[in-house]
């Protein structure tokens, strides 16, 4: 666990000081998730200035919990990392903006069913949803992320503010299924050998929370003309 979070420390410092070497076009904000904080879920975003009502923003999302006490103690692993074009309503990158992204992340957890708008595989198959999983099985993988952020950010006093946002769109997974440390995810119980990497795709909720933003000051030098 303290590997995984020293990897996720520096991945977002190098973040973190690339974005501030950017702000020459304009002053970047820096952001942390309020909503998933309480959970000791650290989601931190970068948003830099593009021009009038545009912008583009990175934010990074990771869980290190072996066992989640709000979800039944089950395994909780998640890093997510997103990029993201932004417009706005207003030119000064306030109030309603909606915004095309993309992303990657790595998971070791129980399939969350409560975030699935539309699983046509599912719908195809008939398949039931499992209503009672036991707290030992879980996936483990990785997914790609398409879809769209919608949102609402409001200026508050000396540089903070805040900004409301959820995010929803197609989800494309390769995963591993496990009950303890035992592969479970035959087709069949015939079946001998596993596949690689089972397979899913679903349109799901799948980001959104309340971030606490800082506009960073661009600390420009002035020069006196008569010197």
């Known amino acids: 666990m303290t590997l995984r979070l020293f990897c996720f420390a520096k991945q977002f410092l190098t973040v973190f000081f690339f974005a501030l070497s950017t702000s020459l076009v304009g002053q970047t904000e820096a952001k942390i998730n309020l909503a998933t904080l309480p959970f000791l879920i650290p989601n931190f975003g970068l948003e830099v200035p593009l021009g009038k009502k545009q912008s583009f923003q990175l934010d990074v999302l990771g869980s290190?919990?072996?066992?989640?006490?709000?979800?039944?103690?089950?395994?909780?692993?998640?890093?997510?990392?997103?990029?993201?074009?932004?417009?706005?309503?207003?030119?000064?990158?306030?109030?309603?903006?909606?915004?095309?992204?993309?992303?990657?992340?790595?998971?070791?957890l129980q399939k969350p069913d409560f975030a699935i708008i539309y699983d046509y595989w599912e719908e195809k198959s008939g398949a039931e949803k499992r209503l009672d999983v036991p707290d030992d099985e879980y996936q483990s993988g990785r997914t790609a992320f398409y879809g769209f952020t919608v949102g609402y950010k409001k200026r508050l006093k000396k540089g903070f503010g805040l900004e409301f946002f959820i995010g929803a769109?197609?989800?494309?997974?390769?995963?591993?299924?496990?009950?303890?440390?035992?592969?479970?995810?035959?087709?069949?119980?015939?079946?001998?050998?596993?596949?690689?990497?089972?397979?899913?795709?679903?349109?799901?909720?799948?980001?959104?929370?309340?971030?606490?933003?800082?506009?960073?000051?661009?600390?420009?030098?002035?020069?006196?003309?008569?010197?």
């Open 169 to 227: 769109g197609l989800t494309q997974s390769w995963y591993k299924g496990y009950k303890g440390l035992r592969r479970v995810d035959l087709d069949h119980p015939d079946e001998t050998v596993y596949r690689p990497f089972n397979g899913s795709g679903e349109v799901a909720a799948y980001r959104g929370g309340l971030m606490l933003t800082y506009k960073i000051p661009t600390f420009a030098h002035k020069t006196n003309p008569n010197e």
């Open 64 to 108: 290190f919990w072996d066992e989640q006490p709000h979800f039944d103690d089950t395994p909780f692993h998640v890093n997510q990392v997103f990029l993201e074009y932004r417009l706005y309503q207003q030119s000064d990158t306030q109030k309603w903006f909606i915004g095309p992204h993309t992303g990657f992340g790595m998971f070791t």
